[in-house]
């Protein structure tokens, strides 16, 4: 399974398949069904992206939100995984997310 491709380049990493309209060449908008005129098709913020990482939705607390980072920390931990490079991938994810969630609530 090769890596998906954003539309935005090498600059965003989709992992997660937030972009699975923008694989084959095709917009969001298209794979959706929606006309290249819909407003609705954007691209997600990187508050957004984080929290969708988190599986959160505010409001929440630092405390909270400190106890779903170590929650994933564990899950994802390339240490849990032999290794993995995928979990190591994830874990990166997972630290930037948390970064940008503090940032954004708690700053």
Known sequence: MGQRHSPFGERLRDPFGFYN???NGHGAHRANGHNGSDRAARAVSACEQALAVFDIEPPFTEP?????????????????????????EKLKIINQAYATLKASYFS
């Open 64 to 88: 909270r939100l400190k106890a779903r980072y170590k929650v994933l920390v564990k899950e994802h931990h390339p240490d849990a995984h032999g290794g993995d490079k995928a979990a190591e």
């Open 21 to 23: 309209g923008y694989a």
